[in-house]
């Protein structure tokens, strides 16, 4: 197993702290059932010889005090048990976000959302079982099987030796078999989940374009297909669970007519009596009962192996050279004094900026690191001052969107890039990112209400400022029909217009009160009638008060702009 799967099930661990106490209450729940079953049956074999009440007192109250104790401890270590290994998936996830930070969002774009989000949620899902089934069970199993064993042999040492040789050869043989029917499907059921979950994502948001095209039925037969592989392996390993526990049923009816049978011989020569002749028939079955958590420990360490594997390759161990390195200043902020002010307008020059995309899946790796792709912009220079606007052109491919992700930080670039003459990569990205604001050419929108798809901008905004910003970008009178700032924008938009969007997305980095703007191919949704009125607009709520930079292949309207740059195709020859 790699490394990082091995330190994310460490990770999955409580600390001694917390795993301790679980360990104590699984035993003491154990011992509890083995004791109970052990003064039931002497109790129930004692009273058969009609002995004065008084002497069956010790076992009424032993009866009732492991009865309850044993669903007290087992209560208690399963709220305790849940409560630990939650704590640890809360860890894990934070750590998995904290990974997909310095990557984010260029970095991710190869990975499928679909089994991206399969492995946040139900791979770590999955690792609760690291404490769950397997470790806390197994010590606690450990404990109890030893004491009782003990036990046996203190009150009769054959019945022990034959009690322990057949949970030996029980629990082994159970533990083969599942690994012979169900290792395949145990190591497959996680990556098949994210397979078909992300094939489901995928399909849905898609699925206009799917059905325009006739190409529904295709997707929707991969999906069954998925469903039916992840049906089938999700049978073999139920079926090899169910075969272990009657493989267990079975050990502990052996292991009960071993013990009898090793027992017999004493009870006919009078060295034990009928009680506990008793105890030694009845408790192998609770000792068999206890050692079943083994074999479960064994399965689950098969899935929960393949789910810590998934969790650590959900972000790539390497961070693409193409991705601005993050700031590894205390406490994450940028603490250079160079940085702009917070709203000031900046000067920006960049000469001979470059850059190229990060690898996707399928790409060469050499010498471990992570390989790009062609460059996808040509070395540029552009200066932009302060309340200017800039016009961005070029034909498709040209890298006018790579340019915009240079300029807010997502990728590194090559040549230079300086804000008020500061190099842009002695900042930290998220310093620019507060200077340089994107609105893109399909702007996330949450399936929430207007309000919700503001505030994030800017938390403390009131609902009159979110009113006003709404006003200025052409959308008071819309919203006002709409239901005002409850009024629902759909998934991803689905309920507004792609003019309404960029519009929404503009009124969000105007609450941000970004110095300069990027606006990335804003018309790209739009009907042509009516994209210039809607860069009119745009370009006017903007200000006069920030920069603006406006990407476009289909250019601007007359008086629009300033100015205008057109970037360039990369030569075929410029490769890395």
């Given at each position: 197993?790699?490394?990082?799967?091995?330190?994310?099930?460490?990770?999955?661990?409580?600390?001694?702290?917390?795993?301790?106490?679980?360990?104590?209450?699984?035993?003491?729940?154990?011992?509890?059932?083995?004791?109970?079953?052990?003064?039931?049956?002497?109790?129930?074999?004692?009273?058969?010889?009609?002995?004065?009440?008084?002497?069956?007192?010790?076992?009424?109250?032993?009866?009732?005090?492991?009865?309850?104790?044993?669903?007290?401890?087992?209560?208690?270590?399963?709220?305790?048990?849940?409560?630990?290994?939650?704590?640890?998936?809360?860890?894990?996830?934070?750590?998995?976000?904290?990974?997909?930070?310095?990557?984010?969002?260029?970095?991710?774009?190869?990975?499928?959302?679909?089994?991206?989000?399969?492995?946040?949620?139900?791979?770590?899902?999955?690792?609760?079982?690291?404490?769950?089934?397997?470790?806390?069970?197994?010590?606690?199993?450990?404990?109890?099987?030893?004491?009782?064993?003990?036990?046996?042999?203190?009150?009769?040492?054959?019945?022990?030796?034959?009690?322990?040789?057949?949970?030996?050869?029980?629990?082994?043989?159970?533990?083969?078999?599942?690994?012979?029917?169900?290792?395949?499907?145990?190591?497959?059921?996680?990556?098949?989940?994210?397979?078909?979950?992300?094939?489901?994502?995928?399909?849905?948001?898609?699925?206009?374009?799917?059905?325009?095209?006739?190409?529904?039925?295709?997707?929707?037969?991969?999906?069954?297909?998925?469903?039916?592989?992840?049906?089938?392996?999700?049978?073999?390993?139920?079926?090899?669970?169910?075969?272990?526990?009657?493989?267990?049923?079975?050990?502990?009816?052996?292991?009960?007519?071993?013990?009898?049978?090793?027992?017999?011989?004493?009870?006919?020569?009078?060295?034990?009596?009928?009680?506990?002749?008793?105890?030694?028939?009845?408790?192998?079955?609770?000792?068999?009962?206890?050692?079943?958590?083994?074999?479960?420990?064994?399965?689950?360490?098969?899935?929960?192996?393949?789910?810590?594997?998934?969790?650590?390759?959900?972000?790539?161990?390497?961070?693409?050279?193409?991705?601005?390195?993050?700031?590894?200043?205390?406490?994450?902020?940028?603490?250079?004094?160079?940085?702009?002010?917070?709203?000031?307008?900046?000067?920006?020059?960049?000469?001979?900026?470059?850059?190229?995309?990060?690898?996707?899946?399928?790409?060469?790796?050499?010498?471990?690191?992570?390989?790009?792709?062609?460059?996808?912009?040509?070395?540029?220079?552009?200066?932009?001052?302060?309340?200017?606007?800039?016009?961005?052109?070029?034909?498709?491919?040209?890298?006018?969107?790579?340019?915009?992700?240079?300029?807010?930080?997502?990728?590194?670039?090559?040549?230079?890039?300086?804000?008020?003459?500061?190099?842009?990569?002695?900042?930290?990205?998220?310093?620019?990112?507060?200077?340089?604001?994107?609105?893109?050419?399909?702007?996330?929108?949450?399936?929430?209400?207007?309000?919700?798809?503001?505030?994030?901008?800017?938390?403390?905004?009131?609902?009159?400022?979110?009113?006003?910003?709404?006003?200025?970008?052409?959308?008071?009178?819309?919203?006002?029909?709409?239901?005002?700032?409850?009024?629902?924008?759909?998934?991803?938009?689905?309920?507004?217009?792609?003019?309404?969007?960029?519009?929404?997305?503009?009124?969000?980095?105007?609450?941000?009160?970004?110095?300069?703007?990027?606006?990335?191919?804003?018309?790209?949704?739009?009907?042509?009638?009516?994209?210039?009125?809607?860069?009119r607009d745009l370009l006017g709520a903007a200000g006069r008060n920030r920069s603006v930079v406006l990407i476009s292949h289909?250019?601007?309207?007359?008086?629009?702009?300033?100015?205008?740059?057109?970037?360039?195709?990369?030569?075929?020859?410029?490769?890395?």
């Open positions: 197993m790699p490394d990082r799967a091995r330190s994310v099930l460490r990770q999955a661990l409580p600390p001694v702290r917390r795993l301790l106490p679980l360990v104590l209450l699984g035993v003491l729940a154990g011992l509890s059932s083995v004791a109970l079953l052990a003064s039931s049956a002497w109790l129930i074999a004692r009273a058969a010889e009609q002995p004065p009440i008084l002497f069956l007192s010790l076992g009424v109250v032993g009866v009732r005090a492991f009865a309850i104790g044993r669903a007290v401890f087992r209560y208690l270590e399963r709220l305790a048990g849940h409560d630990a290994a939650f704590r640890q998936l809360a860890e894990i996830r934070v750590g998995v976000f904290e990974r997909m930070l310095p990557l984010a969002p260029d970095g991710l774009a190869s990975s499928r959302r679909g089994d991206l989000l399969s492995r946040f949620v139900g791979d770590v899902d999955e690792l609760q079982n690291v404490s769950l089934r397997i470790v806390q069970p197994v010590a606690s199993a450990t404990v109890v099987l030893a004491a009782a064993l003990v036990g046996l042999a203190w009150l009769a040492p054959g019945a022990a030796v034959a009690v322990g040789a057949v949970l030996v050869l029980g629990v082994g043989g159970a533990v083969i078999a599942q690994a012979v029917l169900a290792a395949r499907a145990d190591e497959r059921l996680a990556p098949l989940r994210g397979e078909l979950q992300a094939a489901i994502v995928e399909h849905v948001q898609a699925l206009d374009v799917l059905v325009a095209f006739d190409a529904a039925d295709a997707g929707r037969e991969r999906i069954r297909s998925l469903g039916r592989r992840l049906e089938r392996a999700t049978r073999a390993r139920a079926s090899a669970v169910g075969l272990a526990a009657a493989a267990m049923s079975a050990v502990g009816a052996f292991a009960a007519a071993a013990s009898l049978g090793a027992a017999q011989p004493l009870l006919e020569g009078g060295r034990i009596d009928g009680p506990t002749f008793a105890v030694l028939c009845l408790v192998p079955l609770a000792i068999a009962e206890v050692a079943a958590a083994v074999p479960v420990a064994v399965g689950s360490l098969r899935v929960v192996r393949a789910s810590a594997r998934r969790v650590a390759d959900a972000v790539p161990e390497a961070v693409p050279a193409e991705i601005p390195a993050r700031s590894t200043v205390a406490g994450g902020e940028a603490s250079d004094d160079r940085t702009p002010a917070a709203r000031a307008v900046p000067v920006i020059r960049l000469r001979g900026a470059s850059a190229r995309w990060p690898a996707i899946a399928g790409d060469d790796v050499t010498d471990g690191a992570v390989a790009s792709a062609r460059p996808s912009l040509a070395p540029l220079d552009l200066d932009l001052e302060p309340g200017e606007r800039l016009l961005v052109t070029g034909p498709s491919g040209a890298g006018k969107t790579t340019l915009a992700h240079v300029l807010v930080r997502f990728l590194e670039y090559g040549g230079s890039y300086r804000l008020d003459g500061v190099e842009a990569r002695d900042l930290d990205p998220r310093a620019v990112r507060r200077t340089v604001g994107l609105v893109e050419q399909r702007p996330w929108l949450f399936d929430e209400d207007l309000r919700q798809n503001l505030v994030f901008a800017r938390d403390t905004a009131t609902d009159a400022e979110l009113l006003d910003v709404l006003d200025r970008v052409g959308l008071g009178e819309w919203a006002a029909e709409r239901g005002g700032l409850d009024a629902r924008v759909g998934e991803r938009g689905a309920l507004v217009s792609g003019g309404q969007a960029q519009r929404i997305a503009l009124a969000r980095a105007m609450l941000a009160d970004f110095p300069v703007l990027v606006l990335d191919e804003p018309t790209a949704s739009v009907d042509p009638a009516q994209a210039d009125a809607l860069l289909t250019g601007a309207p007359a008086g629009a702009v300033d100015r205008a740059v057109r970037v360039s195709e990369v030569p075929d020859d410029d490769v890395r």
